[in-house]
């Protein structure tokens, strides 16, 4: 090349990388317009968590682990649990067999008398930690099955023992009764077998997918549903996220982004929220709630994204939210003074608390949705499960262990982890998925208003020997009297003893719960338990109870043996009375003297036991 040439050459390469820096100046001030134009996500496009993965590794790995993501699938073999290779369960004279067809298909044939046997399919999953449940398809409808898996106990149960449902009219064994299937319903098994057969497409849908829309035709009827992904996955919290990723496929936006930890406003990130809209992304499927308008809902799908306020769709379930004029509509879900007792009414809880009424606090300031235990998702720097340092956090005056003992009036540090802030302020008084769990109502335990509104309290929940009196004595006697009175007004009837017999039946759930976890007590009084819980197994009226008191029994017995196995394992809380009265008389005489029968007052509880028929689906 002449020097001409090459002088020339360079000076075109000088104009070039000259043009490229205006060009890279030009593209950096468009992407910092782009970056400063906020956006409305509605209507945004959704891609899938598998797009999200190519650039967010390690959150896709941490949110893979949880249950959000498991809990709606395809059924395949990596995503079924149940046992499928010809088990069966039988309950009254229906009998449900599971296996698989000659292709590897899953499915369930039930066989009633005077009935032909009916073979279906089983296309989905629901769940994947406590139990799972399945999906049949019959046109534009998935339905869910009357039949469940209980992952722990490696056991298939009917789903009328998992809500809290008495047995049906009658013998417990006797599957036709009143309670018909309703019109337009597949039969399964037919009469109260089929009880909890619900359809998919209108309910469940809502909660446990992202971006549901039931695309139900208002003439017809017909259904013609979608979801952006099954199960919970990255835009169910991040909203859609087609426009983020196509923008960062640009390296220069990536790298303005990365070098100045700045938000993107094609993306929701739920920490820049404020607490009550993060909460809102949340109790979006965790706060039970109300559409204001329930056609458009049902034709065009859920118009929340995350950073919304939850209000302006729908409005969180209370108490005496009216339906059709009705305010006693959905007050079984609630404890008479408003406390939410069912699960999917966290949010509720949340807004109730002092701490997030008049402070911030919010869901993710205890839990982490990409780090620590998928149990819980309790955040990692509170060790990754409920510690004290959950609170403390904001309520530094109790943050060192001496002043929490001072004003828990109990040890902090003792056996199992000691008295924690949440033993006493978030008891375990909310039933759901076949298990109680603590209240996200945060208040102060005040025995005598717990019992004035027919709910377990804190404090008896380990001192199940005694009454909610005694403990508000007890409370004024170490707190001081200006909350708390002599208990002399306090109600009879609530102590977890009391209650196991007498009172409804979220009480009885919580007191058989209690009795299973409450601290060590000497010999005669565990041996009053083991006989009231084996009572309880063999007497109750409600299955989910006897399933707790019996979860609780094998807690008291063998602590350490697997759930589905060991001792107790031929008690079946759902199977008819007589079968279970020879399995709890089989153990009664197992455990000899180790079993008290009850003292005459709780069988005189127990014949003038009321049950207020409380039937709770979901
Ligand atoms: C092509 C790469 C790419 C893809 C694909 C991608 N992201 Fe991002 N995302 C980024 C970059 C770069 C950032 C900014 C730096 C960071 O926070 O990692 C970011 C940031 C975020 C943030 C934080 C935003 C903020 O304002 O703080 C969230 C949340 C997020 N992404 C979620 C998602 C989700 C959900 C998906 C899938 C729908 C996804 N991303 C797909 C590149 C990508
Ligand atoms: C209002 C929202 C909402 C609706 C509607 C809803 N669920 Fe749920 N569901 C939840 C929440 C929240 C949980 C978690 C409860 C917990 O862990 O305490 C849950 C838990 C479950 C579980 C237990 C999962 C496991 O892994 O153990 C199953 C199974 C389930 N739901 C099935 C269904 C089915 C089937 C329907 C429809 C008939 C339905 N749900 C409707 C919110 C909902
Ligand atoms: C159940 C809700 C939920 C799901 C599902 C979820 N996330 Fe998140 N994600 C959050 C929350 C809440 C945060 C805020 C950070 C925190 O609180 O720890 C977050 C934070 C992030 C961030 C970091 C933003 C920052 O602060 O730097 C990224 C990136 C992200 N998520 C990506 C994803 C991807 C990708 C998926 C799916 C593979 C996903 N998330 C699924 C709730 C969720
Ligand atoms: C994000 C901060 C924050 C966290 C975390 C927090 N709180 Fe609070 N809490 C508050 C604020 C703010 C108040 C209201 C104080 C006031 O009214 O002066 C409050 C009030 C309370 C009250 C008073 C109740 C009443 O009826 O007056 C109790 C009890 C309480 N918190 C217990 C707890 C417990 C137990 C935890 C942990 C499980 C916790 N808090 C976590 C901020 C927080
Ligand atoms: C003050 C701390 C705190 C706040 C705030 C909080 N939680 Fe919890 N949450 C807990 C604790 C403690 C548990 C019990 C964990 C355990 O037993 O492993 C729990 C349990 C749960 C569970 C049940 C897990 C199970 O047993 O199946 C769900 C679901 C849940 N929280 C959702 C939420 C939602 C949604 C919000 C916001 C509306 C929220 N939580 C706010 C502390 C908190
Ligand atoms: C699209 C609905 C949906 C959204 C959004 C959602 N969740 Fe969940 N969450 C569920 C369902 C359903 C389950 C039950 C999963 C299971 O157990 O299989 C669940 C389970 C949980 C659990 C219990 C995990 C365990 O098994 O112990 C916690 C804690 C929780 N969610 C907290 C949150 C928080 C905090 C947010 C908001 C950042 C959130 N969830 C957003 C539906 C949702
Ligand atoms: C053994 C039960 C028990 C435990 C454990 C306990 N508390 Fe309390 N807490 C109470 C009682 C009772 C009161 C009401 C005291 C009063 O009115 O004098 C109370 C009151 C409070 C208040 C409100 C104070 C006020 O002046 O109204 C806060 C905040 C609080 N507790 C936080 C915590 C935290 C944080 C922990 C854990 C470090 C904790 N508590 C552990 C029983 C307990
Ligand atoms: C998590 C379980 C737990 C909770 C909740 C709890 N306690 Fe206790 N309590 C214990 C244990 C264990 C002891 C004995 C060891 C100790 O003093 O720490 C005890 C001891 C006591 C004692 C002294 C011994 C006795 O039996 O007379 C009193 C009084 C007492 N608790 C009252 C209460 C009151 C009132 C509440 C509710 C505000 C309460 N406790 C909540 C577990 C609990």
Redesign the pocket.
């Known amino acids: 090349m002449s020097r001409r040439a090459r002088l020339l050459a360079s000076l075109a390469a000088a104009v070039l990388v000259g043009a490229v820096a205006v060009g890279v100046r030009l593209e950096q001030r468009a992407i910092s317009a782009d970056l400063g134009r906020p956006r409305d996500l509605h209507g945004g496009g959704y891609v899938g968590s598998v797009a999200c993965r190519r650039c967010h590794e390690e959150h896709y790995a941490s949110w893979h682990r949880t249950f959000h993501r498991t809990m709606t699938a395809e059924a395949m073999p990596e995503t079924v649990l149940g046992d499928f290779s010809g088990a069966t369960l039988r309950r009254g004279n229906v009998t449900a067999r599971m296996d698989r067809d000659a292709r590897g298909g899953y499915q369930m044939t039930f066989t009633s008398p005077g009935a032909r046997p009916r073979t279906i399919d089983v296309v989905r999953t629901v769940g994947s930690r406590r139990y799972q449940q399945y999906l049949a398809h019959d046109g534009d409808t998935y339905w869910r099955l009357p039949v469940a898996w209980h992952v722990e106990e490696r056991r298939w149960f009917p789903m009328t023992s998992a809500f809290l449902f008495s047995d049906p009219s009658g013998e417990a064994g006797d599957a036709v009764d009143a309670v018909g299937t309703r019109p337009g319903q597949p039969v399964f098994g037919g009469g109260s077998f089929d009880r909890h057969v619900t359809r998919w497409n209108d309910n469940c849908v809502f909660c446990h997918n992202v971006a549901p829309n039931p695309a139900r035709d208002p003439q017809s009827g017909h259904f013609a549903t979608t979801v952006a992904e099954l199960g919970i996955a990255c835009e169910a919290c991040h909203g859609p996220g087609a426009e983020h990723v196509a923008r960062n496929g640009n390296p220069l936006r990536r790298w303005a982004l990365e070098a100045n930890a700045g938000a993107d406003p094609t993306i929701v990130n739920p920490s820049r929220l404020t607490p009550a809209r993060a909460a809102d992304l949340c109790g979006r499927c965790h706060g039970q709630r109300i559409a204001d308008q329930l056609a458009p809902l049902l034709e065009h799908g859920d118009p929340f994204v995350p950073g919304d306020d939850l209000a302006i769709e729908s409005a969180p379930l209370w108490r005496d939210t009216p339906l059709g004029g009705d305010r006693e509509a959905f007050a079984a879900r609630f404890w008479d003074d408003g406390t939410p007792r069912l699960t999917a009414y966290e949010y509720q809880g949340l807004l109730q608390s002092?701490?997030t009424m008049r402070g911030p606090l919010t869901c993710t300031s205890c839990h982490g949705m990409h780090e620590g235990d998928p149990r819980g998702q309790i955040r990692a720097r509170f060790g990754g499960r409920t510690s004290?340092t959950?609170?403390?956090g904001?309520?530094t005056?109790?943050?060192t262990s001496e002043?929490?003992r001072l004003?828990?009036?109990?040890d902090?540090g003792g056996e199992g982890g000691g008295?924690?802030?949440?033993?006493?302020?978030m008891p375990r008084i909310v039933y759901g998925v076949l298990d109680v769990h603590r209240s996200h109502r945060i208040e102060?335990?005040?025995p005598a208003r717990a019992a004035a509104a027919g709910r377990p309290d804190?404090?008896t929940s380990c001192h199940v020997e005694r009454t909610a009196a005694w403990a508000e004595a007890a409370?004024r006697r170490?707190?001081?009297g200006?909350?708390?009175g002599s208990g002399a007004h306090v109600p009879a009837g609530t102590s977890p003893f009391e209650a196991l017999f007498g009172g409804p039946p979220v009480a009885r759930a919580a007191a058989a719960d209690a009795l299973g976890r409450a601290p060590a007590a000497d010999a005669p009084a565990r041996a009053r338990r083991i006989g009231a819980l084996l009572d309880v197994m063999d007497l109750e009226r409600y299955p989910a109870v006897r399933h707790l008191a019996w979860r609780s029994l094998r807690r008291l017995m063998a602590p350490d043996a697997s759930p589905g196995a060991g001792f107790a394992a031929d008690y079946d809380p759902s199977a008819a009375p007589a079968e279970r009265g020879a399995a709890v008389g089989r153990l009664r005489a197992t455990l000899g003297e180790s079993a008290t029968a009850p003292a005459p007052a709780l069988a005189a509880l127990r014949a003038g036991a009321r049950d207020r028929d409380l039937e709770i689906g979901e």
């Not at 004003?407 to 109990?410: L, N, P, Q």
């Open positions: 002092p701490c004290n959950m609170c403390t904001c309520h005056e109790l943050a002043a929490a004003h828990a009036h109990h902090p008295i924690r802030c949440v033993s006493c302020h102060v335990p005040e804190a404090c409370a170490l707190w001081g200006s909350r708390f």
